[in-house]
C-alpha cells in the first residue's frame, strides 16, 4: 500500500492500483465564515486534518484508507453576514456533493464516510446520502465533529468548564485550533462572548431564534446581528491546545472504530 494518504498526491496509476473496491474514501467538509475574532475563518482546515489524522491511524490497523479534497465552502446559512466568508447555496453544496458521490461510486468506490466540520452541511449530506441509498445502495456516514465534540467535552474539561467553553467561536474548534495551528489564532483577541443582543425589540437566543414567553422562536436574523465578536454563548479563553490534543484523539479513535467495524467491512447494499 502506498504510504500517500489524500487522493490528490497520488498519480493516476496510483489511483489504479489503489482505489479499488476495498479503499475507504473520507470526504471532508467545512466552511469559511466568521469562527470569533481571534481565530482563522476557514474550519474547514480543521475538519481536513482530523480526516488526515482517522485515515493515518487506521493505516496503522491496515485499513486500506484515503482523503479526498476537502469542500472548503460551507452551505448558506445566517453565517453569510461573515466578512470575507464564502458559502454555497444549498443546491449548489447539493449538486457538488451528488458529482463527487458519482465519480467515485462510476468507478467502484462505494466505501465513503464524511468528515464534516458545519452544521450548514447537513441538510445537503441528508438529501444526497439518502438520495445515492436508494439510487444505487450506497450507505454513507457522516461523522459531524463538533457535534460529537459537544458530548466529549464534559470528560475532558468537567461539565462545569465545559458548559462555559462550549459554543460558537469557542470550544470544540478553538481548542482543536490551538492544538493544530496555534500561530492562525490571535490568543490577545479572546475575550468572553457579548451577550444582551436583541432585534426589533426582541431578546436574540441564538444564531437563528429570539426568546419570548419562555420559548426559542425560529426568526430570519443573521450571526453578526446575534454576535459582534464571531463568539457566541462561550468563553474562548476556556480553551487550550491540551483540551484540543485529547478531543482530537477522542475524534480520531471514533473515527478509526466506526471505518473498521462498519466501513471497511462494506455497508451498501
Known amino acids: 500500500m502506498t504510504d500517500k494518504i489524500r487522493i490528490a498526491h497520488l498519480t493516476s496509476q496510483e489511483a489504479r492500483e489503489e482505489l479499488t473496491s476495498d479503499a475507504v474514501v473520507l470526504l471532508p467538509m467545512g466552511s469559511l465564515e466568521d469562527q470569533g475574532i481571534h481565530a482563522p475563518m476557514g474550519d474547514y482546515m480543521a475538519a481536513e486534518i482530523m480526516a488526515d489524522e482517522m485515515a493515518k491511524a487506521a493505516r496503522t490497523e491496515g485499513l486500506k484508507v484515503f482523503t479526498a479534497p476537502v469542500i472548503p465552502f460551507g452551505g448558506k446559512d445566517y453565517f453569510e453576514s461573515s466578512h470575507g466568508g464564502i458559502s454555497i447555496s444549498h443546491t449548489t453544496l447539493v449538486a457538488i456533493l451528488d458529482d463527487m458521490f458519482a465519480c467515485l461510486e462510476r468507478h467502484g468506490i462505494k466505501k465513503l464516510m464524511i468528515v464534516n466540520g458545519h452544521g450548514g452541511n447537513v441538510p445537503a449530506i441528508t438529501e444526497v446520502a439518502l438520495r445515492w441509498r436508494q439510487k444505487a445502495g450506497l450507505f454513507v456516514p457522516s461523522l459531524y465533529l463538533w457535534k460529537v465534540s459537544y458530548g466529549l467535552l464534559p470528560e475532558i474539561v468537567g461539565k462545569e468548564t465545559a458548559a462555559r467553553s462550549s459554543g460558537h467561536g469557542g470550544d470544540p474548534l478553538t481548542s482543536i485550533g490551538l492544538h493544530f495551528y496555534p ?75 466506526l471505518i473498521r467495524d462498519h466501513v471497511a467491512p462494506g455497508l451498501h447494499d
Open 183 to 257: 500561530d492562525l489564532l490571535r490568543p490577545d483577541l479572546m475575550r468572553p462572548a457579548p451577550t444582551g443582543a436583541s432585534v426589533k425589540g426582541m431578546a436574540v437566543s441564538g444564531f437563528s431564534s429570539i426568546s419570548y414567553a419562555g420559548a426559542d422562536i425560529q426568526v430570519p436574523i443573521e450571526a453578526i446581528e446575534a454576535t459582534t465578536t464571531g463568539a457566541y454563548g462561550c468563553d474562548p479563553q476556556l480553551a487550550s491546545a491540551a483540551t484540543g490534543k485529547a478531543l482530537a484523539d477522542k475524534l480520531v479513535a471514533i473515527g478509526v472504530g
